[in-house]
Nanobody
């Protein structure tokens, strides 16, 4: 069992930066793949970024490629999403998720555990 808690959300101006954190409980987190998803009002939850258990593989949605960076620190049971050059369309609730298979997955159904989310608002 893994529990995930996101933090670091807030209000930022367009062009600014935020770093989201995902704190995981459970000794086996280091073997889990991790992903970030987001959901804007009235829209489906969408994939943002993912990283494999070792950190050796990462993948990003086209909409954030070159602006966002996913990383993890297995010694601390932590995952991160660095968001730079933010745009108003990045406004959403951001969720971290964990995959027991350890892979950098892009589809929601492939994840086994989810956090409660953290709000990110980008003003124009």
């Amino acid at each position: 069992q893994v529990q995930l808690v996101e933090s670091g959300g807030g209000l930022v101006q367009a062009g600014g930066s935020l770093r989201l954190s995902c704190a995981a409980s459970g000794r086996t987190f280091s073997r889990y793949g991790m992903g970030w998803f987001r959901q804007a009002p009235g829209k489906e939850r969408e994939f943002v970024a993912a990283i494999s258990w070792s950190g050796g593989s990462t993948t990003y949605a086209d909409s954030v490629k070159g602006r966002f960076t996913i990383s993890r620190d297995n010694s601390k049971n932590m995952g991160y999403l660095q968001m730079n050059s933010q745009k108003p369309e990045d406004t959403a609730v951001y969720y971290c998720a964990a995959d027991r298979g350890g892979r950098a997955q892009t589809r929601r159904y492939e994840y086994d555990y989810w956090g409660q989310g953290t709000q990110v608002t980008v003003s124009s």
